[in-house]
T-cell receptor, first 113, second 111 residues
Framework: EPEVTQTPSHQVTQMGQEVILRCVPI?????FYWYRQILGQKVEFLVS????????KSEIFDDQFSVERPDGSNFTLKIRSTKLEDSAMYFC???????????FGPGTRLLVL | QQQVKQSPQSLIVQKGGISIINCAYE??????FPWYQQFPGKGPALLIA?????SEKKEGRFTISFNKSAKQFSLHIMDSQPGDSATYFC??????????FGSGTRLQVQP
């Protein structure tokens, strides 16, 4: 069964450093998402992406964040200058048409020291 | 108005019992209501979903009950098993917009 994959599974970085989280969505899906989950809290939406542009973003997704689909398979989230409060599990998700099931990847656990 | 309120925060059920988790929303534009199951260290996985044109949907031991007028929906897990022990999130969305998640319910099914 096709699934969303994410790399790395864990990342530790120093405050102020740039990180890039990578995702490979399910191949025939057209809508891509990033969510994050701070430990013990609910899943929060960051950004959605369709047709090579951002279709929706939350207040969390400020100028420090960017997304890119550099090729036909990868979808990346970049955090330019990480802060302590960016420590969380980051989930990528994808959906065929955007109007139904979003399939989530296993997540990248980011720890900012 | 975008919030989805979920209760209880945690739930302990005996094996074979019924687990019930409730969610309430305010945004009447929401038109898709999924439930996700999450095991520790894993991503959320879709369990079952409903649209507001039906009041109930059943898949195996899992049932969603939907009350449009009350703006509430609930997940019922029949014959709960220890393997069902996980965190459950309700969510809601409008059209192609992002999911808004509830705060989660940690379910523990005791053998």
């Amino acid at each position: 069964e096709p699934e969303v994959t994410q790399t790395p599974s864990h990342q530790v970085t120093q405050m102020g450093q740039e990180v890039i989280l990578r995702c490979v969505p399910i191949s025939n899906h057209l809508y891509f998402y990033w969510y994050r989950q701070i430990l013990g809290q609910k899943v929060e939406f960051l950004v959605s992406f369709y047709n090579n542009e951002i279709s929706e973003k939350s207040e969390i997704f400020d100028d420090q964040f960017s997304v890119e689909r550099p090729d036909g398979s990868n979808f990346t989230l970049k955090i330019r200058s990480t802060k302590l409060e960016d420590s969380a599990m980051y989930f990528c998700a994808s959906s065929v048409t955007g109007q139904e099931t979003q399939y989530f990847g296993p997540g990248t656990r980011l720890l900012v020291l | 108005q975008q919030q989805v309120k979920q209760s209880p925060q945690s739930l302990i059920v005996q094996k074979g019992g019924i687990s019930i988790i409730n969610c309430a929303y305010e945004n009447t534009a929401f038109d898709y209501f999924p439930w996700y199951q999450q095991f520790p260290g894993k991503g959320p996985a879709l369990l079952i979903a409903i649209r507001p044109d039906v009041s109930e949907k059943k898949e195996g031991r899992f049932t969603i009950s939907f009350n449009k007028s009350a703006k509430q929906f609930s997940l019922h897990i029949m014959d709960s098993q220890p393997g069902d022990s996980a965190t459950y999130f309700c969510a809601a969305s409008t059209g192609r917009r992002a999911l808004t998640f509830g705060s989660g319910t940690r379910l523990q099914v005791q053998p």
